[in-house]
C-alpha cells in the first residue's frame, strides 16, 4: 500500500520535544533533573519526569481533537472519585484546583508514579481480587451517567469503523469483498447478541481494562488509564480478563464473578454481550491503528498492519467471532 493512500492527517505531536515535556512540568512548580522517560502508550503522549529532591511524576500529554475538555474532566473526576472511595486507581494531580493543566498549545495532567508487574491472570486468587475491585468500582460508576463522554456501542465501534477502513483503502483489493461480507456478516451478529440481551444496563466503566491498564504488587493492583472511559454494559471491563477456550474462560468469568457480585450485581443477561463486544473491538481496534497512520508511533509499533497477512487473519478472526457469537453465551455453573 502507498504511503499517499494513508496521508490524511498531519502529524501529531511534532513539536513535542523533551525540552517542551519539561518547561510544561517545570511551569507548575515542579522543579525538574532532566530525567525523561517515554512509556508505552501510543494514543497520548507520557513520560515519567525526574524530579529534583522528589519522586518521578508521570506527564500524560493529550493527543489534540481526540477528547474535548469536557470530556477529559469527566475522566478526571471519575478517577478522583473512585480515588475518593479508596480504590487503587492513579488519579491526576490538581494544580490550584485544576487537573487539566495548559502550557502553551499543550493539554496535559499530572499523576504519581505508580509501578507493578503484569497480573498473573492464571491465578484464580488474582481473579477474585480483580473481581472484587471491578465490583466496587462499578458500584461507585453506577451511581451516575456521563454527561460528555460516548457510550460503547455498535455504531461508533463497529459500523463507522467498518465502513472507514473500506472507504479509505485499507484492504487490500483482492481481500475487499470478503471483508465486506465477513464484516456485515459479523454485525447481523453482533446486534442479534444486543437483542438478545435485551436493554441491559449502561454504567461509568474503565472502558479498556486488558491486563495491560492494570499493575500487580504484592498489595494487589493498581487500575490505570482510563482515557478509555465511556458508558457502557459493566461486562465490557470483565470479559478482557478471560482468554483460553470456551471451557476455560467459564471458569475464570465464574471465578471474577464470585468476588464482583461481593458488592455489584450481575445481571447474566450481560453473558449474550462478551463475544459481541470482543467482535466490536477487534473492528475497532485495526481502524485505529490505520486512522493514526501518520503518526510516527504507529507504523513503527505495528508494521504489520500494511501486510496483506494481517487482513487475511482479521477476517478469519471475524469468521471464528461468528461462529462464537451463535454458538451461546458462557454456560455458568451458578446460571449467571
Same mark, same amino acid.
Request: charged share 25%.
Given at each position: 500500500?502507498?504511503?499517499?493512500?494513508?496521508?490524511?492527517?498531519?502529524?501529531?505531536?511534532?513539536?513535542?520535544?523533551?525540552?517542551?515535556?519539561?518547561?510544561?512540568?517545570?511551569?507548575?512548580? !515542579?522543579?525538574?533533573?532532566?530525567?525523561?522517560?517515554?512509556?508505552?502508550?501510543?494514543?497520548?503522549?507520557?513520560?515519567?519526569?525526574?524530579?529534583?529532591?522528589?519522586?518521578?511524576?508521570?506527564?500524560?500529554?493529550?493527543?489534540?481533537?481526540?477528547?474535548?475538555?469536557?470530556?477529559?474532566?469527566?475522566?478526571?473526576?471519575?478517577?478522583?472519585?473512585?480515588?475518593?472511595?479508596?480504590?487503587?486507581?492513579?488519579?491526576?494531580?490538581?494544580?490550584?484546583?485544576?487537573?487539566?493543566?495548559? !502550557?502553551?498549545?499543550?493539554?496535559?495532567?499530572?499523576?504519581?508514579?505508580?509501578?507493578?508487574?503484569?497480573?498473573?491472570?492464571?491465578?484464580?486468587?488474582?481473579?477474585?481480587?480483580?473481581?472484587?475491585?471491578?465490583?466496587?468500582?462499578?458500584?461507585?460508576?453506577?451511581? &451516575?451517567?456521563?454527561?460528555? &463522554?460516548?457510550?460503547?456501542?455498535?455504531?461508533?465501534?463497529?459500523?463507522?469503523?467498518?465502513?472507514?477502513?473500506?472507504?479509505?483503502?485499507?484492504?487490500?483489493?483482492?481481500?475487499?469483498?470478503?471483508?465486506?461480507?465477513?464484516?456485515? !456478516?459479523?454485525?447481523?451478529?453482533?446486534?442479534?447478541?444486543?437483542?438478545?440481551?435485551?436493554?441491559?444496563?449502561?454504567?461509568?466503566?474503565?472502558?479498556?481494562?486488558? %491486563?495491560?491498564?492494570?499493575?500487580?504488587?504484592?498489595?494487589?493492583?493498581?487500575?490505570?488509564?482510563?482515557?478509555?472511559?465511556?458508558?457502557?454494559?459493566?461486562?465490557?471491563?470483565?470479559?478482557?480478563?478471560?482468554?483460553?477456550?470456551?471451557?476455560?474462560?467459564?471458569?475464570?468469568?465464574?471465578?471474577?464473578?464470585?468476588?464482583? %457480585?461481593?458488592?455489584?450485581?450481575?445481571?447474566? &443477561?450481560?453473558?449474550?454481550?462478551?463475544?459481541?463486544?470482543?467482535?466490536?473491538?477487534?473492528?475497532?481496534?485495526?481502524?485505529?491503528?490505520? &486512522?493514526?497512520?501518520?503518526?510516527?508511533?504507529?507504523?513503527?509499533?505495528?508494521?504489520?498492519?500494511?501486510?496483506?497477512?494481517?487482513?487475511?487473519?482479521?477476517?478469519?478472526?471475524?469468521?471464528?467471532?461468528?461462529?462464537?457469537?451463535?454458538?451461546?453465551?458462557?454456560?455458568?455453573?451458578?446460571?449467571?
Amino acid at each position: 500500500m502507498s504511503e499517499t493512500m494513508h496521508d490524511h492527517d498531519e502529524t501529531p505531536y511534532a513539536g513535542l520535544t523533551p525540552d517542551r515535556v519539561l518547561d510544561a512540568v517545570e511551569a507548575f512548580g !515542579h522543579p525538574v533533573d532532566g530525567r525523561l522517560l517515554a512509556l508505552n502508550s501510543y494514543e497520548n503522549r507520557v513520560y515519567q519526569v525526574g524530579l529534583d529532591g522528589a519522586p518521578p511524576l508521570i506527564a500524560k500529554f493529550y493527543r489534540a481533537e481526540r477528547w474535548s475538555d469536557a470530556q477529559i474532566l469527566e475522566e478526571h473526576a471519575l478517577a478522583l472519585e473512585l480515588a475518593g472511595h479508596e480504590l487503587p486507581v492513579v488519579p491526576p494531580l490538581p494544580h490550584d484546583g485544576a487537573t487539566l493543566l495548559r !502550557h502553551e498549545d499543550l493539554r496535559f495532567s499530572l499523576s504519581p508514579r505508580h509501578g507493578g508487574r503484569s497480573p498473573e491472570l492464571d491465578d484464580r486468587a488474582v481473579l477474585r481480587r480483580l473481581g472484587l475491585l471491578l465490583g466496587r468500582m462499578h458500584l461507585v460508576g453506577a451511581t &451516575r451517567a456521563f454527561e460528555h &463522554r460516548p457510550a460503547l456501542d455498535i455504531a461508533s465501534f463497529g459500523e463507522e469503523p467498518s465502513r472507514w477502513l473500506l472507504a479509505n483503502g485499507w484492504l487490500p483489493p483482492d481481500l475487499e469483498p470478503a471483508y465486506s461480507s465477513v464484516v456485515a !456478516h459479523a454485525l447481523d451478529e453482533v446486534r442479534a447478541c444486543f437483542e438478545r440481551a435485551g436493554a441491559v444496563r449502561r454504567i461509568r466503566l474503565h472502558g479498556d481494562c486488558h %491486563r495491560g491498564n492494570l499493575l500487580w504488587t504484592d498489595d494487589g493492583a493498581h487500575f490505570v488509564d482510563l482515557d478509555d472511559a465511556r458508558m457502557g454494559p459493566a461486562v465490557q471491563d470483565l470479559w478482557m480478563l478471560l482468554a483460553g477456550e470456551r471451557d476455560e474462560m467459564a471458569v475464570q468469568l465464574e471465578t471474577v464473578l464470585s468476588g464482583y %457480585r461481593q458488592f455489584h450485581d450481575f445481571d447474566p &443477561r450481560e453473558l449474550h454481550l462478551i463475544e459481541a463486544l470482543r467482535t466490536l473491538r477487534q473492528i475497532h481496534y485495526a481502524a485505529w491503528i490505520a &486512522r493514526r497512520w501518520a503518526d510516527p508511533a504507529f507504523p513503527a509499533a505495528f508494521p504489520w498492519l500494511d501486510d496483506q497477512r494481517f487482513w487475511q487473519d482479521h477476517v478469519l478472526a471475524l469468521r471464528e467471532q461468528i461462529a462464537a457469537m451463535q454458538e451461546g453465551p458462557l454456560p455458568l455453573a451458578s446460571g449467571g
